[in-house]
């Protein structure tokens, strides 16, 4: 047990080493990511210019932008920059063929790696985000009581484990296809359209907003967000995140079973 | 010395990379249907925002004195310029960096044409095309539901040249943040920055006010043109002629020629530093 402890503690300060020698870049690109922020400010401000009691769904103009600084908090959690595709390359190039010599799970591997280079980008990326949030002070309504910002926090871990486990299952399907390069643009599609990242999901219209309710892509940017601002009313909060703890829960077991399933269908050959 | 024949060459590129496009059929058909798809949802959602701004029920929807149709054009007007850029100059662009990187543009620059021709034009991306007519539908579909708006012939051939000089202005930016590459060795946020910057294009310039806006606004639009890019040929043909809109419409011409040539400038100052990679 102390000896398998030993394993993931190595792995994880590698990884945390590995992420550190690039963090110069790392504090310009994410200060950059903040650029759009500008624009958005402005084009809502335009709109809700045009709107005579200054709500449109229940959203003011400092409640939509406070929603896309809080999308960008919940994508800093959730989102998996070359996760999936990462695990497919794996598969094609045969660099898989480690995990099944070496005493060290796929999944789990990379899940530590993960966490490690999220860990540094949070070490980093506080600044900007900090500096941010900190001159868009005015937007926000205040802080939510501590229901909602304990169920706020919550929602950030499990949204990088929903995120983490989803994204990896798409690489797993590396197995079977080996190139998933245009299945992860139809699910970067989707994401960008349905997780909330675009605009607020109280804007679509019905059907729409139902099923995309029950989704798990909400959980990635809309809902941590709008749990912060209050937006989800307080007898569905916990419902709301038994739900995402379900999702969690079905992508988990899902990368597990493809992990194993594909172990058993791969081939490696020479090298 | 014998003159290449420039157009001969350049239907060569456009001729060799159909046949690339063509050879990679399924990719090609990819890359139409997710152009199309980041399109289309860019208008979905803007639908979206002005059904809400009629739902609210003083009936008024605009967004900095732009109707529903009149932003569609806004649109289209963005598609069509994206897409010229994208289809002649992007995949270009981006090679730049990776040719300076392996040493590749030993190669360019012993081949007796215009280095600056070369590197930008080499690969013509056929898969913007569909875009293109994505675009003109829209045009089609929106200015005829513009309430009050007869055009005048004239808008029909400003609009074009107009078009044409955005992709200019943009192809500027890019082959000018592209020439950096040379100096720094490697630029891998070179599509981030070209993201973030021409981000600030894609809206109405008139968004832009108040006390930290309108400076804004005029370092955009006079120091580094990109506002220009999509406004001016957008209000062209969307809005009526009038007088006030003549000194912009003349600044964007001089912007097109200005930034043909420093853009140009740049290039030649980064290849002078250009030290090749040794192998």
Redesign the interface.
């Known amino acids: 047990m102390l000896a398998r402890a030993q394993i993931w503690w190595t792995i994880f300060t590698m990884c945390v080493a590995e992420r550190l020698a690039y963090r110069g870049?790392f504090v310009?690109?994410t200060t950059?990511r903040f650029?759009?922020m500008?624009?958005q400010i402005?084009?809502w401000?335009?709109?809700f210019?045009?709107?005579?009691?200054g709500?449109?769904?229940g959203f003011t103009r400092n409640d939509i932008i406070a929603y896309y600084l809080l999308t960008m908090v919940a994508r800093a959690f959730s989102s998996m920059p070359g996760l999936a595709s990462g695990i497919a390359r794996q598969i094609r190039d045969g660099e898989i063929k480690k995990f099944l010599i070496q005493p060290i799970d796929l999944i789990g591997f990379s899940l530590l790696a993960r966490m490690g280079h999220k860990l540094v980008y949070y070490g980093v990326a506080i600044g900007p985000f900090a500096l941010v949030f900190y001159l868009c002070r005015g937007f926000f309504p205040g802080w939510p009581p501590a229901e909602y910002l304990a169920a706020f926090l919550l929602s950030l871990v499990l949204s990088f484990l929903l995120g983490f486990f989803l994204e990896a299952s798409l690489g797993l399907a590396g197995f079977w296809t080996l190139e998933i390069s245009?299945l992860l643009?139809v699910y970067m599609?989707f994401n960008?359209?349905f997780s909330g990242h675009?605009?607020p999901l109280e804007?679509?219209?019905e059907p729409w907003r139902t099923w995309v309710g029950w989704m798990p892509l909400k959980y990635l940017a809309y809902f941590p967000a709008a749990v912060f601002l209050q937006k989800i009313p307080a007898d569905q909060l916990w419902q709301e995140v038994g739900v995402l703890m379900a999702w969690t829960t079905f992508f988990y077991f899902l990368s597990r079973r493809l992990m194993h399933a594909g172990f058993r269908r791969y081939s490696g050959y020479g090298g | 010395m014998h003159r290449p024949n420039y157009l001969a060459v350049f239907w060569m590129f456009a001729r060799n990379s159909l046949i690339r496009d063509m050879t990679f059929r399924t990719n090609y058909i990819?890359d139409v249907i997710?152009g199309l798809?980041?399109a289309l949802?860019n208008l979905?959602?803007y639908t979206?925002?002005y059904?809400?701004?009629y739902a609210?029920?003083?009936g008024?929807?605009?967004?900095?004195g732009w109707s529903q149709y009149e932003f569609f054009v806004f649109i289209a007007t963005t598609i069509l310029v994206n897409s010229f850029v994208e289809g002649f100059f992007m995949a270009n662009a981006e090679e730049l960096s990776e040719l300076t990187r392996t040493g590749g543009l030993d190669f360019a620059l012993l081949k007796p044409i215009d280095t600056q021709f070369l590197v930008s034009l080499q690969r013509i991306n056929w898969s913007a095309i569909p875009k293109l007519l994505l675009a003109l539908a829209l045009l089609a579909y929106s200015i005829p539901r513009i309430e009050g708006l007869t055009l005048h012939p004239i808008q029909f051939i400003l609009y074009p040249l107009y078009i044409v000089m955005g992709t200019l202005i943009l192809y500027s930016v890019m082959i000018g943040l592209a020439a950096t590459s040379i100096w720094l060795g490697r630029n891998?946020?070179l599509y981030?920055?070209w993201f973030?910057i021409t981000?600030?294009s894609?809206?109405?310039m008139?968004?832009?006010?108040g006390s930290f806006?309108s400076p804004?606004r005029f370092v955009f639009t006079y120091l580094i043109p990109i506002l220009v890019v999509i406004n001016v040929p957008a209000a062209t043909l969307a809005k009526p002629l009038s007088d006030t809109n003549w000194p912009l419409a003349g600044f964007a011409v001089v912007a097109t020629v200005g930034s043909l040539a420093i853009s140009r400038w740049i290039f030649q100052r980064a290849l002078m530093s250009y030290r090749s990679a040794s192998s």
């Not at chain 1, 210019?49 to 009691?53: C, G, M």
């Not at chain 2, 008024?60 to 900095?64: E, K, L, P, S, V």
């Open positions: 870049d310009l690109g950059m650029l759009p500008i624009t402005f084009l401000t335009a709109v210019a045009s709107s005579s009691n709500k449109l769904v245009s643009f599609l960008f359209f675009m605009f804007i679509l219209p | 990819i997710f798809c980041w949802m979905g959602f979206l925002v059904r809400l701004m609210d029920g003083d008024a929807a605009d967004i900095a891998q946020s981030d920055f973030y981000n600030f894609r809206y109405p008139e968004i832009y006010e806006g804004l």
